[in-house]
């Protein structure tokens, strides 16, 4: 289905031109199901629960903006994380020319909740949700909209309990709200649907394709029974991505310490610069740019801007936040 049919479901022709800005064209498959299922018809709940990197942030954006145009009031886009909470910000920080205020609050130094009356789109976590219900400000009866992310945390033992109660009072403070809850693919999403009473999207659809496999001996085995041929190597994780590389894939590895991310990183650079197949000229203005995040450059800035003119990178909670945004673009 392609963007502008979005016409068709009442979506002003402003908001089509900021969702074609975004890049997109065309609707991935569950977009596709959610818009068919009547997402914007603003009469049901929602849960979308279909694995990663299909979408789902664009379906929030649809229905809070559809939402707002036709029944007013405020939205509230809930995130887990401070780092997603930003992210969100500026997905929808494009719609602002449609005459709607964005604001972002995860926390830390704004206690109040009085300074969001004037903001049509709120974009929290959920402590930071239950924090402002609390304080229940005089806008909070206005949330007509509210877009949960990441839902299946309500699983967590230690945080899930929060953002249960947190949607339970919105629920009960509007009984005109309307939820979309987003999540991957879990086992109870079936039950959450029940407990919010929406109408449930799953699907195993993925834009790539998710292959699994074991490596040994220089071999990979998938669990369709296909096999690669990878060159043998004392150090396995560094062939597979430097082979990954080869192929003009990108490669993510996971270390379970910042010291061993970051030794990991150089010396996959130093594998990799020179090898003729990164952009050397590209990546050392990158490195050029992450130098120079601070004032001063501190060795782990020096590191950074090393690796990352070499083709790799390191990312962990010890980079400056500036330098995360460049890894991660
Ligand atoms: N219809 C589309 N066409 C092309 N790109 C799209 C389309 N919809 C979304 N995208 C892009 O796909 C990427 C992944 O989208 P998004 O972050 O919303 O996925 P997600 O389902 O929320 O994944 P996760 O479970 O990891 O949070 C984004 O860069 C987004 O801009
Ligand atoms: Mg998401």
Redesign the pocket.
């Known amino acids: 289905m392609k963007?502008e049919e979005l016409y068709n479901y009442g979506m002003p022709e402003k908001a089509i031109e900021i969702i074609k800005k975004?890049?997109?064209?065309?609707?991935?498959p569950p977009?596709e199901e959610a818009l068919r299922k009547g997402l914007l018809n603003l009469e049901k709940n929602f849960v979308i629960a279909?694995?990663?990197?299909?979408?789902?942030?664009?379906?929030g954006e649809m229905l809070i903006i559809k939402n707002l145009i036709d029944r007013g009031g405020k939205a509230l886009y809930i995130v887990p994380l401070k780092a997603l909470g930003a992210e969100k910000f500026d997905?929808l920080k494009a719609y602002e020319t449609l005459g709607l205020k964005v604001a972002l609050t995860t926390g830390d130094y704004d206690t109040g909740a009085r300074w969001l009356e004037s903001y049509d789109i709120i974009i929290t976590t959920s402590e930071k949700a239950d924090s402002l219900i609390r304080h229940s400000p005089s806008w909070i009866s206005k949330v007509s909209c509210v877009v949960a992310?990441?839902i299946h945390l309500i699983n967590d033992a230690s945080r899930g309990a929060t953002l249960e109660v947190t949607i339970a009072r919105l629920l009960h403070i509007n009984k005109n709200l309307r939820l979309l809850a987003?999540s991957?693919t879990v086992g109870n999403a079936r039950e959450v649907a029940d407990w919010l009473g929406a109408e449930l999207i799953t699907s195993d659809w993925r834009?790539v394709e998710l292959k699994e496999g074991i490596y040994l001996d220089g071999k990979i085995i998938f669990s369709n029974s296909s096999s690669l041929e990878i060159e043998n190597s004392d150090e396995p994780a560094l062939a597979l991505a430097l082979d990954t590389v080869n192929r003009e894939g990108q490669s993510l590895i996971f270390i379970n310490t910042r010291r061993g991310a970051e030794s990991f990183a150089v010396k996959a650079a130093k594998k990799l610069k020179g090898s003729g197949i990164i952009e050397e000229k590209l990546l050392k203005e990158i490195g050029q740019e992450i130098l120079h995040v601070l004032p001063e450059p501190t060795k782990i800035c020096r590191k950074l801007a090393r690796t990352v003119e070499g083709g790799s990178a390191f990312h962990h909670a010890g980079l400056e936040i500036e330098q995360k945004k460049i890894v991660e673009r």
Not at 22 to 28: L, S, Y
Not at 50 to 59: D, E, N, R
């Open positions: 963007v975004k890049g997109i064209n065309e609707f991935f977009q279909v694995p990663t990197a299909s979408g789902k942030t664009l379906i997905e992310d990441e987003l991957a834009p």
